[in-house]
């Protein structure tokens, strides 16, 4: 029997959207659209712009497996190079007729066995398969800092750089020292006429490399892809992330105490004034919060025009910063990098599944998926990087592959007549969140630091387990956990 063709509805043409339409096409399926609510591909990497923007996972594994890049300028990629390779990869593998851009979805209805998504416009859409690949770091967070609004002079915040704002020389304050704010002041500390960075809670920084690629090592990458396989997968590669998720999986690891030495190696050797030093000591464990890796940050807090603002910020005025000890700091320009609302996840689309059943009732205590992909009562709905999924220090580019070839495992079952449809069950997700909740509280994440893993509750919002687990479970969909209909 000829398998049964399927319309998919992808929402979002970024990384993870970008990826389900070229998996599709590769098995020769053309019945799929992506809606991108703006006017370009690359999600957060088109989103972000901002001075020093580069990706801290290396470059030649923050790409898909099936188109490696040889032309990677360093071993940590600067932004605009990434968001150029995902725009290349729309053109490369003949997306662009099937993304609309500047096309916002604002409701996906499951009825009559199809998904029907409305469009802002009034427009209408329906498919048998609906892929959420709207990110995860799109919402800016803009804390609420008395008097930010009477600011006179340009600010914005980190995700909308405004580009016409001069900066050299200038006086200019970033609040907000998670890897975002790390990163501007790293590039800044040398252009700016004064640079004073609010940092409300010190981090703790990994070193790393700063690898800038030659010709020649583009060369021997463009020769011999086994070159490229051995950053990806090599044994360092492969030791690094065994350490990593050996740490964070669990407090009370050796991992985790020899990455504490590392970090507090690395401010003790850098950090040359002692006060300075204290200043940007913290006092949680190191991965607690997210970690950050910088080949420059000491550095550049050490310049003479940087300061570091560790003092409680009282209130925004016309002309700048005043602190609750009435120091004041006057600015041409404020960058506020304080992060994302990471609640919201696909909202403020809103989500509608069998007999109506709003997606906020079953996310009433916080974003769920069944293995971070599916959700009971939502049949045939995909998330990629959805709630609950490995984050931290991996490259979300392979989870989002590990996550398609699981779901699409699932896909199949209906390509090929054995069901209509296909959901976990209410009591898988249950089982799967109370395994997970138990486990999540000996992560490193709940050692002791507020950051966004944590829910209302403090209990970390991630992959507990290892990556060798996930790539397990990725491996192939436990069926029994899955309601099927014919
Ligand atoms: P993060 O990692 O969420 O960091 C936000 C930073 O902003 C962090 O230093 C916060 O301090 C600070 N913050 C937040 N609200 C305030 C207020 N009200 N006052 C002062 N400081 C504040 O966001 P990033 O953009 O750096 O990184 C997000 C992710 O992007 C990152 O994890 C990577 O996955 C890529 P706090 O530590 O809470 O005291």
Not at 56 to 70: E, I, R, V, W
Not at 291 to 316: C, D, G, T
């Amino acid at each position: 029997m000829a398998d049964r063709e399927l319309r998919t509805i992808i929402i979002g043409a970024g990384m993870a959207g970008l990826l389900a339409g070229i998996k599709l096409k590769e098995r020769g399926d053309s019945n799929f659209v992506i809606y991108e609510k703006g006017e370009s591909a690359g999600g957060t990497w088109r989103e972000n712009s901002y001075p020093g923007l580069a990706c801290d996972t290396p470059a030649h594994s923050y790409c898909y497996s099936f188109a490696l890049n040889p032309d990677w300028s360093a071993f940590y990629a600067p932004g605009p190079e990434i968001r150029a390779y995902f725009e290349s990869m729309a053109e490369q593998y003949g997306l662009l007729p099937h993304i609309r851009f500047n096309t916002e979805i604002e409701r996906c209805e499951w009825h009559d066995s199809q998904w029907h998504i409305r469009i802002k416009t009034g427009e209408t859409d329906q498919s048998d398969i609906l892929v959420a690949a709207s990110g995860v770091l799109h919402h800016p967070s803009v804390p609420d800092i008395p008097g930010l609004l009477d600011f006179e002079r340009p600010w914005f915040h980190s995700a909308r750089w405004d580009h016409s704002v001069l900066l050299e020389g200038q006086r200019i304050g970033v609040i907000g020292n998670g890897s975002t704010g790390v990163q501007i002041v790293s590039a800044l500390a040398k252009r700016a006429g004064k640079l004073v960075h609010f940092q409300r809670s010190p981090q703790w920084i990994m070193p790393c490399p700063d690898i800038q690629y030659s010709e020649e090592d583009k060369q021997g990458f463009r020769s011999d892809p086994a070159k490229i396989e051995a950053v990806r997968n090599g044994p360092e590669a492969a030791a690094r992330r065994a350490r990593f998720t050996a740490a964070i999986i669990d407090m009370e690891s050796p991992e985790l105490a020899e990455i504490q030495e590392i970090v507090e190696k690395n401010l003790e050797v850098s950090i040359r004034d002692p006060v300075l030093k204290e200043k940007l000591r913290p006092n949680y464990r190191a991965a607690c919060k997210r970690m950050i890796f910088s080949a420059h940050y000491y550095n550049a807090v050490q310049e003479p025009a940087v300061f570091l603002e560790n003092k409680a910020i009282e209130r925004v005025e016309a002309t700048g910063i005043r602190m609750n000890d009435g120091t004041f700091h006057e600015l041409d320009v404020l960058a506020i990098a304080t992060g994302f609302d990471v609640g919201k996840f696909v909202r403020p689309m809103q989500f509608f599944g069998e007999s109506g059943l709003e997606l906020d009732e079953i996310w009433a205590t916080g974003p769920r998926a069944y293995y971070a992909v599916t959700v009971p009562r939502f049949p045939n709905l995909c998330l990629l990087n959805g709630p609950t999924g490995p984050v931290g220090n991996f490259s979300l580019v392979d989870i989002a592959e590990k996550q398609w070839a699981y779901f699409d495992q699932l896909v199949d079952l209906i390509r090929s007549g054995q069901c209509k449809t296909v959901a976990p069950s209410m009591e898988a997700l249950q089982a799967y969140e109370a395994a997970r909740d138990k486990d999540a509280m000996r992560t490193v994440f709940a050692s002791g630091c507020k950051s966004w893993y944590l829910n209302d509750q403090g209990v970390p919002q991630v992959w507990p387990w290892s990556y060798d687990h996930f790539v397990t479970v990725m491996s192939e969909p436990r069926l029994e956990d899955y309601v099927l209909t014919a």
